[in-house]
T-cell receptor
Framework: GAGVSQTPSNKVTEKGKYVELRCDPISGHTALYWYRQSLGQGPEFLIYFQGTGAADDSGLPNDRFFAVRPEGSVSTLKIQRTERGDSAVYLC???????????FGSGTRLTVV | KQEVTQIPAALSVPEGENLVLNCSFTDSAIYNLQWFRQDPGKGLTSLLLIQSSQREQTSGRLNASLDKSSGRSTLYIAASQPGDSATYLCALTWGGKLIFGQGTELSVKP
């Protein structure tokens, strides 16, 4: 597609529920990144895929968070047993090569009540 | 560990002023540096990308500079307009991923 697409744009869930957030990168971009942004803060790195594999998942806060990219294109960020502290905007970015920079999607605003 | 700091955290200026936003980083071994704009409730829009071998990039009224040796980048906005009001984020590629500063919230008053 022309840009990075993230769905849903907004998600409200109850504490303890499971959620999935989807990212559809720019066609042909092999690198895909997930970030989390809390109010008034810069985005924080969660996980980075190169192709189908997670090249760096050092930013995932705990084992409730998991992400997949089974065919090297669309990625899904999965959060189990959601907590109120998980409320944030989750951003996805893709890149063809590092020296071409990164393109971000509009994000998914997750609210855990 | 790489730390990115943006000063000031917030800035309010009258329309027409030239202004400078600052970004500093602790590890100079960066691959490149990118400035983004973020409007309230929106995603990130890329403004300028500077490779580690470059000193500056320009786009319209925007000019970004990079000094790796001192660990600094600046974003210069000429003749500011109310439409420039947004949060400006600097991010650098380090260790294979983007590391962001906390942003500068800019308000340009008509």
């Amino acid at each position: 597609g022309a840009g990075v697409s993230q769905t849903p744009s907004n998600k409200v869930t109850e504490k303890g529920k499971y959620v999935e957030l989807r990212c559809d990168p720019i066609s042909g971009h092999t690198a895909l990144y997930w970030y989390r942004q809390s109010l008034g803060q810069g985005p924080e790195f969660l996980i980075y895929f190169q192709g189908t594999g997670a090249a760096d998942d050092s930013g995932l806060p705990n084992d409730r968070f998991f992400a997949v990219r089974p065919e090297g294109s669309v990625s899904t960020l999965k959060i189990q047993r959601t907590e109120r502290g998980d409320s944030a905007v989750y951003l996805c970015a893709s890149s063809l090569r590092q020296d071409y920079g990164y393109t971000f999607g509009s994000g998914t605003r997750l609210t855990v009540v | 560990k790489q730390e990115v700091t943006q000063i000031p955290a917030a800035l309010s200026v009258p329309e027409g002023e030239n202004l400078v936003l600052n970004c500093s980083f602790t590890d100079s071994a960066i691959y490149n540096l990118q400035w983004f704009r973020q409007d309230p409730g929106k995603g990130l829009t890329s403004l300028l990308l500077i490779q580690s071998s470059q000193r500056e990039q320009t786009s319209g009224r925007l000019n970004a500079s990079l000094d790796k040796s001192s660990g600094r980048s600046t974003l210069y906005i000429a003749a500011s307009q109310p439409g420039d009001s947004a949060t400006y984020l600097c991010a650098l590629t380090w260790g294979g991923k983007l590391i962001f500063g906390q942003g500068t919230e800019l308000s340009v008053k008509p």
